[in-house]
């Protein structure tokens, strides 16, 4: 089972910067790994899905990597704006089993 | 498609009472899964279907926690009884056995007092 961490808990920035989110799993066995957001009590919208050969994913302002052999994903947001405040969840999944492990998120506020 | 469809969005129940949450795939998945989410432990999956057989119900809390999926457009899971602590949101998510991802439903946030 993979077992996953997102590394900052929370984090504030200003309009307009750039950031980068990272996701740790212990499984290298990965099948695929999946970012979503969360808006406040909402459900999860998917954001990118990176399969096990691939490097990663972009749409728009944003970009995920996988790095199989560190165990890490990182999330990069360009030019952040206050509508990308949310919590951003990183999710994994193994070969030996195809349900997704989720970390507990990162909270992230974007001020004017 | 509509997505993943759950039912109902919100349910306040008495302790000790039943409650069956529901849920419909997306059209043509074959996987499906059902996690629940609180505060202090994030989302847990709870038991996952793959072509209506569960595959893994280790998540499943306790006895009191069943999951079924009749027919591959439906699953329920039925809290019985249900107690103050199974306060949470209930996500239903499914995907296909390809390379796509996960879809989630909008939740089910149940209240147990």
């Known amino acids: 089972k993979q077992e996953v961490t997102q590394i900052p808990a929370a984090l504030s920035v200003p309009e307009g910067e750039n950031l980068v989110l990272n996701c740790s799993f212990t499984?290298?066995?990965?099948?695929?790994l999946q970012w979503f957001r969360q808006d406040p009590g909402k459900g999860l919208t998917s954001l990118l899905l990176i399969q096990s050969s691939q490097r990663e994913q972009t749409s728009g302002r944003l970009n995920a990597s996988l790095d199989k052999s560190s165990g890490r994903s990182t999330l990069y947001i360009a030019a952040s704006q206050p509508g990308d405040s949310a919590t951003y969840l990183c999710a994994a999944s193994s070969n030996s089993g195809y349900a997704l492990n989720f970390g507990k998120g990162t909270s992230l506020l974007v001020t004017p | 498609d509509a997505g993943v469809i759950q039912s109902p969005r919100h349910e306040v129940t008495e302790m000790g009472q039943e409650v069956t949450l529901r849920c419909k795939p997306i059209?043509?998945?074959?996987?499906l899964f059902w996690y629940r989410q609180t505060m202090m432990r994030g989302l847990e999956l709870l038991i996952y279907f793959n072509n209506n057989v569960p595959i893994d119900d280790s998540g499943m809390p306790e006895d009191r926690f069943s999951a079924k999926m009749p027919n591959a457009s439906f699953s329920t899971l039925k809290i019985q009884p249900s107690e103050p602590r199974d306060s949470a949101v209930y996500f239903c998510?499914?995907?296909?056995?390809?390379?796509?991802?996960?879809?989630f439903g909008s939740g089910t946030r149940l209240t147990v007092v």
């Open positions: 499984d290298s066995a990965i099948y695929n």
């Open positions: 059209s043509g998945h074959d996987y």
């Open positions: 998510a499914s995907r296909d056995g390809g390379v796509a991802g996960y879809t």
